[in-house]
């Protein structure tokens, strides 16, 4: 079945069905190429990129292969590795000749555009600017305060490229010096399925590894952009649908990567072979409306089942689940009429899904941030969830489910303790191996950490990279409550908005990048990461540094714990951030079962697996079995829309990772030339009165007292549901209430915003 029978398509909004990858996803990497001239070696680094003897990209966290292909990175791994070794420097006399004042009217994209942060940097606010300070100043001050500080005030976030090795340490510091708040980038993306997940299967983590891809015969996929955010994982899915794998995808979005593909890394299909198509059903759902897509689809299962029989596997219902009646019953209750208005699908499509779900033996359903950034996002996966359990397709070759993960290490940071949960840590562990009584206090999400800067009970923090004031929802109060902080120290790569809301006493302190060499007392180092399917893959950088006064992330935070901590013998700071091997040991025996071998299986090709319990059917929930959840609503988004309100999703295009803006292209989406655009159906636009290229801004719909206004935008019609608008992040984060958040994890409801227009 071709995709176009599926969906329609017009002539009066922008679509683009061209093929994802091919000759212009080469073509937009050279675009960056030229912009950053990155040394010559670069070439070389690119050919090392996701292979055994190289670095281990910091761009999209999907699997590396144990064969990889000649070229085994992407367009956007390119560009971010390009962009990480530019030529371009951002100097002490960079800061010295641009205040902070100044420089909060640049752009995301022209700040980072300045190029790699050189040297560490303090914040001197007689003048506004930063100014240069040695290492030893920095930790000897960020020392002195953290002491003065009550350590429960004191926030350490990560961003998801932060290494194993780095982020098993930053934990421990922060919890021999007190605290539990360990927030990361995770709470701002698959929280949701750290908490949603784990509820239903006890799972925190995707159950699939790259062989049940090749086993499958229907794949699912929800609200995750293949093409643009992990696209080395297209291969796998056109090797897929090459052996006969349908792919159906539920997106309000058509994405191209999820619509055809051209395999750069095939000169024969670039020439001459039409590229291959990916979904075999495209269903354009409404933002929101995945809880009723779902419960449409396990309706119709169940009545077939009843019918005929033989559809459901009942003896896996009967051993492994818990509350099956239950949920039988609501489906039965929950009419066709209530389905179609709350998803935007019809009654007919759904029913078509079932068909292939039906006849498909083995199903992988997959997921992203299409679920995950909803209000009732932990309600999505566990609908996902009920879908997979009616047919057993969880724990059996060529099943699962199969959340994609973002940062590059994000799944692992959680895996070595970077988490404000302070029952998933083996703490009493951790109290043994260093002699202290680690603090059980629960510790702040991101949304936490926001609304204690705004209280005053958050008082020091430390961002160990990322853009955390910018990304996060209301970020227009975040980043002016961030002046408040009485420390605020952020190790970073480049200069971001973030780092423009210095605190009473800050620091910039600039770190080196995966693919540079890091070289310590016993000679160069490795670290390690765990992409979305559970495996650990070492990574070692052979690029010289940016600069020379560049320290690893390792040896900032012995710096800053050793100036912090009374001294401890069990606790060697020095000797681990001379020897990252003495690390790996830590964490293998704090994590024994994961972790066994460590050193010795650092490089296994493709990765060492660390198990999960739910693909063995061993379900670690409170019943012991896979839970089926009856939906209390149908609609993942806060309140229905009024008359004149829209739902807001906002979106990535694949010239960017997070608020790193790399250019101002989305191709794949066939959009060119600028970021601040608002898309809109043009039925919605005739409803609205609005006009191709007309400048309106965008209004929260929410009323709390906080007025959010977006600046002007520029209507562009584009094939979107009804009574949806599209938009890009971080730009409209300002306008995100940060009390609008999934129920149970907090993860910001960023995919389910009701905005209003105005003219
Ligand atoms: N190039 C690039 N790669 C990246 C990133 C990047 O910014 N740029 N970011 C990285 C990170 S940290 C992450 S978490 C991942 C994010 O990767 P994804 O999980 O793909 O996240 P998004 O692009 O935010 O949104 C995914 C899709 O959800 C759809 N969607 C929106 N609302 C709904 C809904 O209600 N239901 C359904 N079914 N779909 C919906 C959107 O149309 C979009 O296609 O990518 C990682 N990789
Ligand atoms: N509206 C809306 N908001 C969102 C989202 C959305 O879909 N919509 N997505 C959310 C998601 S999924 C995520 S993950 C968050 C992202 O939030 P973050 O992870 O906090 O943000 P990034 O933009 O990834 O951070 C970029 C910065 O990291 C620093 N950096 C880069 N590499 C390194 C390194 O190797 N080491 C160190 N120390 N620093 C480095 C650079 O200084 C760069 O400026 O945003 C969230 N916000
Ligand atoms: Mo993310």
Known sequence: MAEDDQTSQREDVEHYDGAAGGWRSLASVS?????????????????????????????????????????????????????????????????????????????????????????????????????????????????ARLKALDP?????????????????????????????????????????????????????????????????????????????????????LQQAVQRGCRIITFNPVREAGLVRFVNPQSPLQMTVKPSTPISDLYLQVRPGGDIAALAGICKRVLEIDGDTGGVLDRAFIAQHTNNFEEFAASMRETGWSQIEAESGLSRENLEQVVEIYCRSERVICVYGMGLTQHVHGSLNIAMLVNLALLRGNIGREGTGVSPVRGHSNVQGQRTVGITEKPELVPLDKIGRMFGFDPPRDKGRTTVEVVEGVLDGSVQGF?????????????????????ERLELNVQVATKLNRTHLHPGRTSFLLPCLVRSEEDMQSTGPQAVSMECSLSHIHGSVGK?????????????????????????????????????????????????????????KRLFTPGGFYRGNAARERKWETESGKAEFTAPHVLRALKEPLREDEYTLITLRSNDQFNTTIYGFSDRLRGLEGSRDILLINPDEMRRANLAANQAVRLVCAVEDGHERISHPLKVTPFDLPARCVGAYYPEMNPLIPLEHHDLLSKTPAYKGVPVRILI
């Open 543 to 599: 690029n010289q540094p940016a600069s020379p006064a560049l320290l690893s992330e390792i040896a900032i935070i012995a710096g800053i714990a050793k100036e912090t901590l009374q001294p401890n013998p069990r606790v060697a700071w020095d000797e681990w951030a001379g020897d990252y091997a003495r690390i790996r040991d830590l964490i293998e025996e704090t994590y024994p079962e994961e972790f066994r071998d460590f050193n």
């Open 31 to 143: 675009h960056v190429f030229g912009e950053e001239r990155p040394a010559p070696a670069v070439l070389q680094t690119l050919w090392r990129q996701n292979k055994p003897e190289g670095h281990m990209c910091t761009s999209c966290a999907w699997t590396k292969p144990s064969k990889p292909h000649l070229f085994e990175f992407c367009e956007n791994g390119a560009k971010a590795t390009i962009w990480d070794l530019t030529s371009d420097r951002c100097t002490p006399e960079f800061f010295a000749a641009h205040s902070i004042r100044e420089l909060r009217g640049w752009s995301d994209h022209d700040l980072e555009k300045a190029g790699r942060l050189t040297h560490p940097l303090r914040y001197d606010a007689a003048s506004g600017h930063y100014a240069p300070c040695s290492w030893e100043e920095a930790f000897a001050t960020i020392g």
């Open 152 to 236: 429960k005030s004191v926030v350490f976030y990560a961003s998801g490229r932060a290494s194993i090795e780095t982020s098993y340490l930053y934990a421990l510091f922060a919890r021999l010096y007190g605290h539990n708040n360990l927030p990361d980038s995770s709470n701002m993306c698959h929280e949701t399925t750290s908490v949603g997940l784990k509820k239903v299967t006890g799972s925190s983590v995707g159950t699939c590894v790259l062989s049940d891809f090749e086993a499958c015969d229907l794949i699912l996929f929800f609200g995750q952009n293949t093409g643009t955010n992990s696209p080395r994982f297209l291969h796998t």
């Open 462 to 482: 430390i961002g160990l990279g990322g853009n955390f004031a910018h990304a996060i929802s209301d970020s227009a109060r975040a980043e002016s409550a961030w």
